[in-house]
C-alpha cells in the first residue's frame, strides 16, 4: 500500500494551493462583506467574487476536479482527488469556486453514472459548466430516516407522468436561487422487496407543486446563499422519463452516490481541522497569560500535540479508504467508508472546540470564523447516514469476520 501523491496529483495540489493563496484567501473577508450588503431580505443572493473566482478558475484548468475516471472531468482517482480535496476544504465556499461542490458533486456523479443521454444533457451538462446548482432530496422529518427504508414520499406512476407527494427536509443547495434540480428519493412499490420499494427520480426545482416551505438553521446559521430547507412536493407531475435508472434502484443509486460523498466530506473536514489548528498555533504563540505565552503552557502543549496527532490519523484513514475505492470497490471498502464518516468530524470538531478556547471569548464570537466552522462541520455527524448508522455497519462486519451471523441468530 503505497499513499505517495501521483505526479497528477502533485501537480494540482500546488495549483490548487496556489490558486488558494492568490484568490480565495484574500477574498475571505470580502465574501461575507459582499453577502451582508444584501441585507436580511436578500441573503439568498450570491456574493459576485464567486462567479468572478469561477471564471479564473475555469480559465486555470481547475474545474470539475472531482469526477473519477470521466472523461467530463479532471479523471482523477479517489485518492488523487482527496488531498486536494482537502486544500478546498480549508475555506467553507471554496469548493464551489472550482464546481467541487456539495451536493452538486454528488448529484453530478449520480447523474454521470445513472442518468440517461437525454438526462445528462438536459442536467449533468449544466451542472458541469457550473451554470446551475441542484439538491438531494432524501431526509423526511415525519420518519427516521437513518433508516432509508422509512421514506415515505409517494412517486407514483400515471401513464406518460410520475405524480409525487410527501414533504423533505435538509434539502440543502434548495434555497439557492440558482437551484434548478432536485434529485428525489421515494416510493414506488410499497409491496417491494424492503430495498427494492424505493427510487430516485430527476424533478425540476420549477415544476408546479414544490414549495420551500421553510430554511433551516444550524445552531442559528442560514449557511445562506445555499442553505437548507423543508420542501413541501404536492402532486408534482413529471414525466416518466424523469425515472433514474428504473423503478426500485434508489437504493442502488444511493450507495453508488454516497461512497464518494463521504470521502468529500471527510478530506474538507480534514482541511478545516487542519485550518483550525494552524489558528490555533499563531493565537497561543501571539498571547501571552501568566508570565509566558499561551501555547508554552502544558495544557496547550498537549491540545495542540492531540490535534496533530488526531489529524494525521484521519487523513492516513481516508486516504486508506480512497485507496480502497479505487482498487477493490466501494463494497469491499464499506468498513474503511464508514470509518472515515465517523472519525473525521468528531476529531475536526475536537479541533476547532480547541481552538475556539484558545481565542478566547473571540472564539465563540463572527470574527475568526471558528463558531461557523465547529457549526458546519457538527451537520457532517447526521449527513449521509449519522455516527450511529456508520457504527453499526462497522460492528457487524467485525462480527462477521468472527462469528457467524445467521447462526448466531438463530440460536
Not at 27 to 56: S, T
Not at 210 to 230: N, S
Not at 244 to 261: K, S, T, V, W
Request: proline share 5%; with cysteine.
Amino acid at each position: 500500500m503505497d499513499f505517495a501523491y501521483t505526479p497528477r496529483a502533485q501537480e494540482l495540489m500546488t495549483r490548487v494551493q496556489d490558486f488558494m493563496d492568490a484568490h480565495i484567501y484574500p477574498n475571505e473577508h470580502l465574501y461575507h462583506e459582499q453577502h451582508a450588503a444584501f441585507g436580511p431580505d436578500n441573503i439568498w443572493q450570491v456574493p459576485p467574487i464567486v462567479d468572478e473566482l469561477k471564471a479564473k478558475a475555469r480559465k486555470a484548468g481547475l474545474w470539475n476536479l472531482f469526477l473519477p475516471e470521466s472523461e467530463r472531468g479532471a479523471g482523477l482517482l479517489n485518492a488523487e482527488y482527496a488531498p486536494i480535496c482537502e486544500i478546498m476544504g480549508r475555506v467553507h465556499w471554496a469548493p464551489e469556486v472550482f464546481n467541487c461542490n456539495a451536493p452538486d458533486t454528488g448529484n453530478m456523479e449520480t447523474l454521470e453514472r445513472y442518468a440517461t443521454d437525454a438526462q445528462k444533457e438536459e442536467w449533468l451538462d449544466p451542472l458541469l459548466e457550473g451554470k446551475i446548482r441542484s439538491a438531494f432530496l432524501m431526509t423526511e422529518p415525519d420518519v427516521a430516516s437513518s433508516d432509508a427504508t422509512n421514506v415515505q414520499t409517494e412517486i407514483r406512476r400515471e401513464g406518460d407522468e410520475y405524480v409525487i407527494n410527501g414533504r423533505k427536509w435538509w434539502s440543502s443547495g434548495a434555497p439557492d436561487p440558482r437551484c434548478k434540480l432536485l434529485i428525489v428519493m421515494g416510493k414506488t412499490d410499497p409491496g417491494a422487496d424492503r430495498y427494492r420499494q424505493q427510487s430516485m427520480i430527476l424533478v425540476p426545482r420549477d415544476a408546479p407543486g414544490v414549495k420551500i416551505v421553510r430554511h433551516l438553521t444550524v445552531y442559528g446559521y442560514d449557511h445562506a446563499p445555499h442553505g437548507h430547507a423543508e420542501v413541501l412536493l404536492e402532486n408534482v407531475r413529471v414525466p416518466a422519463s424523469n425515472m433514474l435508472l428504473g423503478e426500485g434502484r434508489g437504493f442502488e443509486i444511493a450507495q453508488g452516490r454516497l461512497g464518494p460523498g463521504r470521502i468529500h466530506h471527510c478530506m474538507r473536514t480534514i482541511g478545516a481541522a487542519e485550518r483550525a489548528l494552524e489558528m490555533m498555533c499563531k493565537r497561543l504563540m501571539s498571547r501571552h497569560a501568566f508570565g509566558k505565552l499561551i501555547g508554552e503552557h502544558s495544557v496547550w502543549e498537549e491540545r495542540v500535540a492531540d490535534a496533530r496527532i488526531e489529524i494525521e490519523c484521519a487523513r492516513l484513514l481516508t486516504l486508506k479508504a480512497a485507496w480502497m475505492m479505487d482498487t477493490v470497490g466501494n463494497k469491499v471498502a464499506r468498513s474503511e467508508i464508514a470509518m472515515i464518516k465517523v472519525k473525521a468530524p468528531v476529531m475536526a470538531l475536537k479541533v476547532i472546540d480547541d481552538a475556539i478556547q484558545a481565542h478566547g471569548a473571540a472564539g465563540v464570537s463572527q470574527d475568526p470564523g471558528l463558531a461557523a466552522m465547529w457549526a458546519h462541520i457538527r451537520t457532517l455527524r447526521f449527513a449521509d447516514g449519522p455516527d450511529e448508522v456508520h457504527r453499526r455497519t462497522i460492528a457487524r462486519l467485525e462480527f462477521g469476520k468472527h462469528v457467524d451471523m445467521k447462526a448466531a441468530r438463530g440460536r
